[in-house]
């Protein structure tokens, strides 16, 4: 997978000498202006996340869950509700649809896998370890409408990091691992159905956004910052999950 990986990386990346100042570069693009509780600036944060190879959250890593999973994202430490868990990023790799059907096979079976579709029909890999996220019913993480995840309740250490794949725009219903749940099957337009379950869980986890730290900070857009203090405070209405629904016919 490494090599595979560095063949979606820009120029210069596969050679370390060069990230310090690649970091650099994206930092100034991003122009955003956070100090964390820590006293961290975007920079710090930034150069220590790409260079452990995480634009989802620094406190997780990849352990083998069992046979029929795989491997999956564990926490390492405590990450509390209302903590961004991904953010999507300036190395995640868009996939246009046109772009896919010119890929041979064996692309199309990595992007297949550990690719998801966004509200525009494209395929987006991510780079770092969030593509190793798991499916679940009883997902602790949630997307939003802003390009990031958070923790919609708390995830203790050694528990898998997981995401409800009906929200991810699949291309075909699968059955997925029994979990006790009244839902067996994921279906592509489970956004349709749940949407306003998970909007519920989301406004309420929103509500811990300035409260608990946040090391992922500096991936979001500075305007989308003050909007979830916003929602945070009731002052702006949330944009629901639905966003990122796509509809295959448009």
Known sequence: MLKILLIFLPNGFQNPKKIHKRAKIVYTILNNCYLSSSGQTDYDILLSQFTNNKMIHPDTEIQ????????????????PKGTITWALDNF????????YANMGIE???ILDTYAYRNNRGN???CWDNARFVNHSFNANCLTTAYNFELAVRDIQIGEQLTDDYG?????????????GTKRKTV???????????WDKQLL?????????????????DRKVREL?????QGNYKMDSILENYYHPES
């Open 107 to 109: 692309y199309k079976s």
């Open 187 to 197: 279906y592509p337009d489970d956004l349709l159905k749940y949407h306003k379950i």
């Open 123 to 125: 395929l987006v890999l």
């Open 92 to 99: 995640d790799r868009e996939i246009t649809k046109e772009e």
């Open 228 to 232: 979830a203090i916003l929602i945070e």
């Open 64 to 79: 083998f869950i069992n046979d029929q999973i795989g491997y999956g994202v564990v926490a390492k430490a405590f990450i």
């Open 167 to 179: 929200y991810l725009n699949i291309d075909a219903p699968f059955e997925a691992m029994e979990e």
């Open 204 to 220: 309420d986890s929103f509500q811990h956004f300035s409260k608990v730290n946040q090391p992922l900070m500096p991936f979001i």
